[in-house]
């Protein structure tokens, strides 16, 4: 593997140089391609700036002008003083040679009345916004433009996740201004030096729902973007506290730790998109297992990060918090993209984006493969997503969505990191053992969803979905060698503990909720109102047995087991504004848990023990988990508010682990939060800073057992934090982004000693095992025009991603070692032409992408030992992938 470095480090040179500025004055960055108008025919492109003349799309305008094209947009913040209706701010908009917005002069507000705080919004996301500056003769020249932009109350994403924004005002590829019968060549002609008035333009752009707590963030395509990544659940590294890695290779779900938590595969984040919820309970691998992997990372628009627990709609598994990825694709027309790089991988992406649709239409497929930088590491996969929004009369609208996925990996599984050192095996490598070469993972998921809601004139909002959604899991994995005895044949011992695990879930559900109009109570007290409702049923069949290599036979079982369960949720929530300073929005969620139980393997009866009866336990347990939430939000000044924030919430059991009639004990957390949120107010939002200090105490925690290769209870834990996030925007072609969180975790009482286990690796008060008391992200972007060939820009991108992780505690009182990641892109496109070049593990760091300890038995050495060790899976070295893309 060491041959190959210099190659993979030529490769990505051209991008780490360009990160460090050392590329020369002529290579900066910005995206300000201009974009062919499409054909008269063509119908408007839904939150684009529409033409509203009466003339043809070239009515008043000189022949060789060619009108801006939005390219990107920026959120308005729906003022506290609004009264839940939308509020229309008609502009003037001056935008330069390079697409920025360098005026906006105000001409009115619709209705006449609004408060001028519509104004104020309307300018500084304007101000945010960018294009595709207009062109004469193939040169971008300045121009002006009426503008009319709406900013409507925020839209709720209907179900279980949190809001987000449903933003219409972004759509590149459409003209900003088709052209105004006023604006003739004399009106300004090409030597006039000034703006040329090109048209009027109409753009609704729904806000942003205001934050739940400080530390409640939107994760924007751009920050979300900057750092190259390889899958979904790599763009979720750009939130604060969010570290993510693959351990397990390729179809299995990401590890992600969230701000103290150790996630696993969800366990204590509720992720969700759209309406359909991600996570899936009793999941044999891992409860709350949800795999990000069928997620196509090119379709997500905007991700919202809710870190902690503070919003009635989050549910089930939002312990550390919630994530919701919001689909759309902004950049209108067909994506044709393919990949080579390191170890053979190979990716393949064809996406359609009808222009005229909403930006929530698309359609997408995609496929990839690698040899996998070690030995057993090989992968495929493939996947499709589509989506399609139908508008109706009356306010109505409707979402479609379906997903299809399936992934296959080969396992290396994890060493004994002692073996490594004394050179038994490699770092990159696997055991030479027919159970370490047989460890393997499959994964399947298909999912739909219909989505339909409604909003009235005076603001009220009436959403309905139902979802449907089938997964399949299989891996067999290897973690502690030949330590293993048969429960059905006491005399089997030493034939390998390959664990096979196989889970299978079928899913429906329905969601409803209505939010009414703000009403106005007195001058300086108003409220809106919102309930909802959910039904989820899941239908689980899962296995698990211990299986001889080569032949895979199975010589020990472990589980086999049907499972039903039902989740009926309900919520309330309120929006109170007590002043214009002062806000106060809370609630409570309650949730009815049922399960049904049938364990063909309960009640087991060991082989030296005399057959009383036949094996099987069937049970049934129901419970309910109710919790408050509130936040108290104040804004003493119009730079600055502050938060305070406190919820209850729930982690629903493993259902195997239910006795009869039991009351369902479920895991509780407590979570409160204080901190604030400044930023500048010059328009652009050029600096925003977010800080917040936290404690969260949970009831029932879980961690990793490599003796069943589940997640088992280890008892209550405590965690106190702080999390700070710095983003910057000096200038409209550069982005940088800065996140620290530092938590102490702490387990309060683990499970004592017993004659099976005299040593157990947990002891109280120890720290957590597996979690970093620190964790910083860094990440950079810049675009900028390169060169003028032929009329037409060549446009270059960078962008970096840095993450830090601390020494994480393991059990037995070790610690694990620190990680220090670069990952680089750069490209350069020039009309429809795209290439580029990324690169992960830029320094490539020798790494371990997890580490464990526990005692093994690999049969590397003449006395066995069972004395509890470290053991690691190894992270990706230096890894480079060269893209060709065709934007049509």
């Known amino acids: 593997?060491?041959?190959?470095?210099?190659?993979?480090?030529?490769?990505?040179?051209?991008?780490?140089?360009?990160?460090?500025?050392?590329?020369?004055?002529?290579?900066?960055?910005?995206?300000?391609?201009?974009?062919?108008?499409?054909?008269?025919?063509?119908?408007?492109?839904?939150?684009?700036?529409?033409?509203?003349?009466?003339?043809?799309?070239?009515?008043?305008?000189?022949?060789?002008?060619?009108?801006?094209?939005?390219?990107?947009?920026?959120?308005?913040?729906?003022?506290?003083?609004?009264?839940?209706?939308?509020?229309?701010?008609?502009?003037?908009?001056?935008?330069?040679?390079?697409?920025?917005?360098?005026?906006?002069?105000?001409?009115?507000?619709v209705p006449a009345g609004a408060p001028v705080s519509f104004e104020r919004s309307a300018r500084e996301a304007i101000l945010r916004m960018r294009f595709h500056p207009a062109q004469r003769a193939g040169e971008p020249v300045a121009v002006r433009l009426r503008f009319h932009l709406t900013i409507a109350p925020p839209v709720v994403e209907l179900g279980e996740g949190p809001a987000t924004d449903a933003a219409t005002a972004s759509a590149p590829g459409a003209p900003a201004g088709a052209g105004d019968a006023g604006a003739t060549p004399s009106d300004a002609p090409p030597d006039a030096g000034g703006p040329v008035p090109v048209g009027e333009a109409t753009v609704v752009a729904h806000a942003v729902e205001p934050p739940r707590a400080a530390s409640d963030f939107v994760i924007d395509h751009d920050l979300m973007t900057a750092a190259p990544h390889q899958s979904?659940?790599?763009?979720?590294?750009?939130?604060?506290?969010?570290?993510?890695?693959?351990?397990?290779?390729?179809?299995?779900?990401?590890?992600?730790?969230?701000?103290?938590?150790?996630?696993?595969?969800?366990?204590?984040?509720?992720?969700?998109?759209?309406?359909?919820?991600?996570?899936?309970?009793?999941?044999?691998?891992?409860?709350?297992?949800?795999?990000?992997?069928?997620?196509?990372?090119?379709?997500?628009?905007?991700?919202?990060?809710?870190?902690?627990?503070?919003?009635?709609?989050?549910?089930?598994?939002?312990?550390?918090?919630?994530?919701?990825?919001?689909?759309?694709?902004?950049?209108?027309?067909?994506?044709?993209?393919?990949?080579?790089?390191?170890?053979?991988?190979?990716?393949?992406?064809?996406?359609?984006?009808?222009?005229?649709?909403?930006?929530?239409?698309?359609?997408?497929?995609?496929?990839?493969?690698?040899?996998?930088?070690?030995?057993?590491?090989?992968?495929?996969?493939?996947?499709?997503?589509?989506?399609?929004?139908?508008?109706?009369?009356?306010?109505?609208?409707?979402?479609?969505?379906?997903?299809?996925?399936?992934?296959?990996?080969?396992?290396?599984?994890?060493?004994?990191?002692?073996?490594?050192?004394?050179?038994?095996?490699?770092?990159?490598?696997?055991?030479?053992?027919?159970?370490?070469?047989?460890?393997?993972?499959l994964s399947t998921r298909a999912q739909a969803s219909v989505a339909l809601e409604r909003r009235s004139d005076r603001g009220a909002l009436t959403t309905f979905a139902?979802?449907?959604?089938?997964?399949?899991?299989?891996?067999?994995?290897?973690?502690?060698?030949?330590?293993?005895?048969?429960?059905?044949?006491?005399?089997?011992?030493?034939?390998?503990?390959?664990?096979?695990?196989?889970n299978g879930d079928t899913g429906f559900g329905a969601l409803a909720s209505h939010r009414t109009p703000r009403y106005e109570l007195t001058p300086w007290w108003s409220a809106a109102f919102e309930g909802g409702v959910g039904v989820r049923y899941d239908l689980i069949e899962q296995a698990q047995n211990l299986l001889q290599a080569p032949q895979n036979e199975t010589w020990d079982r472990r589980v086999d087991a049907t499972l039903r369960a039902s989740d009926i949720g309900l919520y309330l929530d309120a929006d109170l504004r007590i002043t214009r300073a002062v806000r106060v929005r809370g609630g409570v969620r309650a949730d009815v848990l049922h399960y049904d139980i049938d364990d063909r393997l309960g009640n087991f009866t060991p082989a030296f023990q005399r057959e009383s009866h036949i094996v099987g336990f069937r049970r049934t347990a129901l419970g309910l988990a109710l919790g408050p939430r509130a936040t108290v939000e104040v804004s003493p000044f119009g730079w600055l508010k502050l938060f305070a924030s406190y919820g209850e919430g729930y982690r629903s059991p493993q259902a195997r682990q239910l006795e009869e009639g039991e009351g369902a004990p479920f895991a509780r957390v407590r979570s409160v939060e204080a901190g604030f949120h400044a930023r500048t107010t010059d328009g652009r939002e050029r600096l925003s800073f977010r800080g917040a200090a936290y404690a969260t105490y949970l009831s029932t925690d879980l961690a990793f057992d490599p003796q069943e290769g589940r997640l088992e209870p280890i008892g209550p834990t405590r965690r106190v934090g702080l999390v700070g996030h710095l983003i910057a925007r000096p200038w409209p072609w550069a982005l940088a982004s800065l996140s620290v969180t530092w938590v102490y975790a702490t387990l309060e009482a683990p499970p004592p000693a017993t004659a099976a286990n005299p040593s157990p690796p947990y002891t109280p008060g120890q720290l957590l095992p597996y979690v970093p008391p620190v964790v910083a992200r860094a990440d950079a972007r810049v675009e900028r025009d390169l060169v003028r060939i032929r009329g037409h820009a060549l446009v270059g991108r960078a962008g970096a991603g840095f993450t830090f992780l601390s020494p994480r505690p393991l059990p037995f009182g070790q610690f694990a070692d620190p990680v220090a990641l670069l990952d680089v892109s750069a490209s350069v496109r020039w009309r429809a032409v795209e290439a580029g070049v990324e690169c992960f593990n830029l320094l490539d760091a020798r790494y371990a992408a997890t580490e464990y300890s526990f005692a093994s038995d690999w049969q590397t050495r003449t006395v066995p030992s069972r004395v509890p060790a470290r053991h690691l899976s190894a992270g990706p070295p230096l890894t480079a992938l060269g893209t060709l893309t065709l934007h049509l």
């Open 232 to 441: 979904a659940g790599d763009l979720l590294a750009s939130a604060p506290g969010v570290y993510v890695s693959r351990p397990e290779g390729d179809a299995v779900a990401h590890q992600v730790f969230l701000r103290g938590f150790d996630a696993e595969h969800g366990q204590d984040i509720q992720f969700s998109l759209g309406v359909v919820p991600i996570n899936l309970p009793s999941h044999l691998h891992g409860q709350g297992y949800a795999d990000l992997n069928f997620i196509i990372p090119e379709t997500v628009r905007s991700l919202r990060v809710t870190e902690g627990i503070y919003d009635p709609r989050q549910g089930d598994f939002a312990v550390a918090g919630s994530v919701h990825f919001d689909l759309g694709v902004a950049r209108r027309g067909v994506l044709l993209r393919a990949g080579y790089g390191s170890f053979g991988t190979v990716r393949a992406l064809a996406m359609w984006a009808p222009r005229g649709e909403a930006t929530e239409t698309f359609a997408a497929f995609t496929y990839r493969a690698s040899e996998g930088f070690g030995r057993n590491r090989g992968s495929q996969s493939g996947g499709a997503i589509a989506q399609y929004v139908f508008r109706g009369p009356a306010g109505f609208r409707a979402t479609a969505h379906f997903a299809g996925y399936g992934a296959r990996a080969g396992l290396a599984g994890v060493l004994r990191r002692g073996d490594v050192e004394q050179g038994r095996v490699d770092f990159y490598g696997a055991y030479p053992d027919p159970s370490a070469s047989a460890q393997s993972a």
């Open 1 to 109: 593997m060491a041959r190959w470095f210099p190659l993979r480090l030529a490769l990505c040179l051209p991008a780490a140089l360009a990160i460090g500025g050392a590329v020369p004055a002529a290579f900066r960055f910005a995206w300000a391609q201009p974009l062919p108008r499409p054909p008269a025919d063509a119908g408007p492109v839904d939150g684009a700036p529409t033409p509203v003349s009466d003339g043809g799309p070239d009515a008043g305008v000189p022949p060789e002008l060619v009108p801006p094209v939005m390219r990107e947009t920026a959120h308005p913040t729906y003022p506290q003083d609004g009264d839940g209706h939308p509020v229309r701010v008609l502009l003037m908009l001056t935008v330069s040679p390079t697409g920025d917005v360098i005026a906006a002069e105000t001409l009115g507000l």
């Open 466 to 502: 139902a979802w449907f959604a089938r997964t399949d899991f299989r891996s067999r994995v290897n973690f502690t060698g030949y330590t293993q005895r048969s429960r059905v044949r006491p005399d089997w011992v030493g034939r390998g503990d390959l664990i096979e695990q196989a």
